[in-house]
């Protein structure tokens, strides 16, 4: 008997129980462990969430990552690691009410490896402009980072009252660039075929597989992108802190550069080390309360709170992070996806649920299923058939896919560096036969129908077969740009020119027509209560689903069916007893073999760096390896 099934016997026979106790153990010991460090570490003695008398706010991003939605549950959270998160959402908001907040006597942050895409630094920094206006004269705000390794430090670094950097600190503040690693003559090399039809001429997604080069279309979409972010970090940058585009752009072409030459091109205050920072907020002497346990502790004291508990007016924030799919997804934490299943369940639930009243839907999505998207949006329609406005709120990106979500929405709210756009269409594959018959494989199929071999990754297509996908990706590109006309009241003529698979930026889908009104969720919130003709004093808006505490989603994780293993033991806990990486955790699971590209709609394809065909990843995996290639 291998040791395999040794293991497997005993998780069967009754060491599961013991397996999932002390797995489950850990979790929960894990998760106690970090909640009591957001406290003590900032704050000695604090109890209960009570909040101090007088302290100083600070968001390290250093330790917290900003991102779109917070782990889901408690094995979600054990494996994302020593760097926490905290969602833009809780950040937005802790930030604001700080403001009015009399107990708060400043504001810190600190580090910029957390800032993770430019909306979201868009979104926060307003938070922090909006943090200043309402402290004026009473509260300052500090930022400091013993260095800056990016562009986006600066800009954020810009919106608060003073900025610091460590003496022997370098700032990177160089600009923006965007590399394309084009494999053609890789793929060639080893005889690899790729095969992709495109809706129109600037559905790019593809182009580092099929081409060599940058076309025209293609380099000029990337070029007036960078050239829309260089423009806004510049003239942000240049607003707040009092100095000319002219001098902002001179600090940017003489970088990378040190400390003492960033504060004498005024884009810092002071240069200082990480214990002087303190004494620049109330002489250092007041209690630091971590942004996240700050969310915690001010919403318990809201569900205190007369007024909140009588509130019957709710607007919901329903949200999607990832590649849109059909069914349920892979429920992959490490590779989060929109899963149509779900969000069309949610929104159904909404329907039935009286006491809300409008709905802010947040997207981060590059795209993905066509059918998908389609699905969720038709509910979305459905919401507001119903009687709710629908307000669609958009983060970092909301291309494709998101898009087409999008148009089923009342209004769309976009960030100026939000990615949006890319109304378009891409399908297809790689063919492998030439790489398998160099190397002694002889992969033979039996199909029957003369199409049945059209998506596998063993043969090519004739014209014939490229005809008929040709037709049907016309058709969806064709009612993609319909919806979009519709939704954003252009005639078809207007449609198919701002479409073409482009990828705009939001401050151009604004100026296009795609979008409605720049700004966050702040922004989404206002417009959802106003269109529900509600008032800002009597309404709750809440999270949906609702969030459930982390010993019932453990227990819900426990006794779930999907993608588990032996004996009802989730993979990724019977791989932690193993002591190995469960492949679905890397790759997706086998439900998932077609998924496409980034912004891919139509027949599936293969996405041939996250997912897709696991003989074409093992493929692409040993090539990479052999060129020394890191994917």
């Not at 797995?23 to 101090?52: E, H, W």
């Not at 917290?64 to 833009?88: C, H, R, T, Y």
């Not at 993609?480 to 198919?496: Q, S, W």
Request: hydrophobic share 40%; proline share 4%; aromatic share 6%.
């Amino acid at each position: 008997m291998s040791f395999g099934q040794k293991v497997y016997r005993t998780l069967k026979g009754g060491f599961t129980a013991v397996g999932v106790v002390t797995v489950s153990g850990a979790c929960l010991g894990y998760l106690f462990s970090q909640r009591s460090k957001d406290v003590l570490d900032v704050v000695p003695g604090i109890k209960k969430n009570k909040l101090p008398k007088e302290f100083i706010l600070e968001l390290d991003l250093d330790r917290f990552k900003i991102v779109e939605a917070s782990p889901k549950g408690p094995l979600d959270m054990l494996q994302s690691g020593a760097i926490k998160s905290i969602n833009v959402r809780e950040a937005v908001d802790g930030i604001q009410a700080a403001g009015n907040d009399v107990r708060v006597k400043g504001f810190l942050a600190t580090g910029s490896g957390g800032l993770m895409g430019m909306a979201q630094v868009q979104e926060i920094r307003d938070a922090v402009s909006e943090f200043n206006r309402r402290k004026e004269g009473k509260a300052q705000s500090v930022y400091f980072a013993e260095e800056w390794d990016k562009m986006l430090p600066c800009y954020f670094a810009s919106a608060f009252n003073k900025v610091g950097m460590q003496p022997s600190g370098i700032s990177c503040f160089t600009g923006f660039a965007v590399t394309v690693p084009f494999m053609r003559s890789l793929l060639d090399k080893y005889n690899i075929h790729p095969w992709f039809l495109t809706r129109e001429e600037y559905k790019n997604a593809a182009a580092m597989f099929t081409e060599s080069t940058f076309s025209q279309h293609h380099q000029q979409s990337l070029e007036e992108l960078l050239k829309s972010f260089s423009s806004q970090v510049i003239g942000g940058v240049a607003e707040l802190r009092k100095v000319s585009e002219s001098a902002v752009r001179s600090v940017m072409d003489a970088s990378p550069m040190s400390a003492m030459q960033v504060l004498e091109g005024k884009l810092i205050d002071k240069t200082m080390y990480r214990d002087e920072v303190y004494d620049e907020l109330q002489g250092g002497n007041l209690p630091r309360v971590s942004l996240k346990e700050y969310k915690k502790s001010i919403d318990k004291e809201a569900k205190k709170s007369k007024k909140k508990e009588k509130s019957k007016s709710k607007v919901a924030i329903v949200t999607g992070v990832g590649a849109i799919v059909t069914g349920w997804g892979s429920g992959n934490s490490q590779s989060p996806s929109i899963a149509a299943g779900k969000i069309v369940k949610d929104l159904q639930e909404i329907r039935r649920t009286p006491e809300i009243k409008a709905v802010v839907l947040r997207l981060d999505t590059p795209g993905g299923s066509a059918v998908a998207s389609d699905a969720i949006r038709r509910e979305i329609v459905k919401v507001r058939e119903s009687g709710r406005p629908v307000i669609v709120s958009m983060g970092n990106v909301a291309a494709s896919g998101g898009y087409y979500i999008a148009t089923g929405a009342d209004k769309i709210i976009a960030h100026p560096g939000t990615l949006t756009g890319s109304i378009g269409v891409i399908v297809g594959k790689f063919n492998l036969k030439g790489l398998l018959d160099d190397n002694g494989v002889n992969a033979e199929t039996i199909s029957i129908g003369k199409n049945a071999q059209i998506l596998l990754p063993f043969n090519g297509v004739d014209s014939d077969q490229e005809a008929i996908a040709n037709k049907l990706i016309d058709g969806i590109y064709e009612d993609f740009v319909g919806k979009v006309c519709e939704a954003r009241k252009m005639d078809k003529e207007r449609g198919f020119e701002v479409a073409k698979g482009r990828v705009w930026s939001g401050l151009e889908g604004l100026e296009l027509g795609l979008v409605d009104k720049l700004g966050g969720m702040s922004v989404a919130v206002e417009e959802a209560i106003g269109s529900a003709g509600l008032s800002p004093d009597v309404v709750s808006v809440v999270d949906f689903p609702p969030p459930k505490k982390p010993i019932a989603q453990l227990m819900e994780a426990l006794s779930d069916s999907d993608g588990y293993g032996p004996g009802g033991v989730p993979a990724a806990i019977v791989s932690m007893l193993l002591g190995a990486t469960p492949w679905g955790m890397l790759r997706g699971s086998a439900s998932q073999s077609t998924v496409g590209l980034p912004g891919s709609e139509a027949l599936g394809g293969l996405n041939p760096l996250t997912g897709g065909s696991g003989f074409l990843m093992w493929s692409l995996d040993a090539i990479c390896a052999h060129e020394g290639i890191n994917k």
